[in-house]
């Protein structure tokens, strides 16, 4: 089993739908968890971040963490066209050299 | 303004030459990381430097070289002991405050294909 596991979609939803975007973990010993999107061809940019557990609020955008269910998401209210991209799950350990594991990423596109 | 400059955007290598990947930042971030991304995958860690003239092999570095001689700059050599170069290459950076590889930076990458 991988460390980190992501729906492999593409995902395709009509304008002004809520987004649930997931992923699931085996390491128990993960505490950050991230959330990057990437548009085509670029560099990721940074979503969202929670250390440990519960929900994180930005906007329109919300992170759970389920760490019991070793399980994260990432939701989109109201979504867009522009919020057509890869969204890419990241998650780590702490400690001074724990390095961040991926998800291999999941394309929305988010129809007029 | 502020952010990473990766360049060139695209690269192409001709077998047995090696090539230099440049990432140059003005955060003044301390950390910055070289990762490796193919169609469909994550990314994975090739190399990381938390400080000047210091750097640490990522998940994946066999074939690749870095340097560190300044803060701002952390180019990438692709040696011809990588058999299979052709990827999207991405430069991040971050403060020392986090994982190793969270980028809260990230350079547009650099496409390196083989001729």
């Known amino acids: 089993q991988k460390e980190v596991e992501q729906d492999p979609g593409p995902l395709s939803v009509p304008e002004g739908a809520i987004v649930s975007l997931n992923c699931t973990y085996s390491n128990s010993a993960f505490q950050y968890f991230m959330w990057y999107r990437q548009y085509s061809r670029k560099g990721p940019e940074l979503l969202m971040y929670t250390y440990s557990s519960g929900n994180k609020e930005d906007g329109r955008f919300t992170a759970q963490v389920d760490k019991s269910s070793k399980y994260i998401s990432l939701f989109i209210r109201d979504s867009q066209p522009s919020d057509s991209a890869t969204y890419l799950c990241?998650?780590?350990?702490?400690?001074?050299?724990?390095?961040?594991?991926f998800g291999k990423g999941i394309t929305l596109s988010v129809r007029p | 303004d502020g952010g990473i400059t990766q360049s060139p955007k695209y690269l192409f290598r001709k077998e047995g030459q090696n090539v230099t990947l440049s990432c140059e930042q003005n955060?003044?971030?301390?950390?910055m990381y070289w990762y490796r991304q193919d169609p469909g995958q994550g990314l994975r860690l090739i190399y990381y430097?938390?400080?000047?003239?210091?750097?640490q092999k990522g998940d994946i570095a066999e074939g690749y070289s870095v340097s560190r001689e300044k803060k701002e700059s952390f180019p990438l050599t692709v040696t011809s002991a990588q058999k299979n170069p052709t990827a999207f290459y991405l430069c991040a950076s971050s403060r020392n405050s986090g994982p190793v590889g969270w980028g809260d930076a990230f350079g547009s990458g650099t496409q390196l294909s083989v001729l």
């Open positions: 955060l003044n971030h301390d950390a």
């Open positions: 430097s938390q400080i000047v003239n210091d750097f």
């Open positions: 990241a998650m780590s350990a702490s400690g001074a050299n724990s390095k961040l594991t």
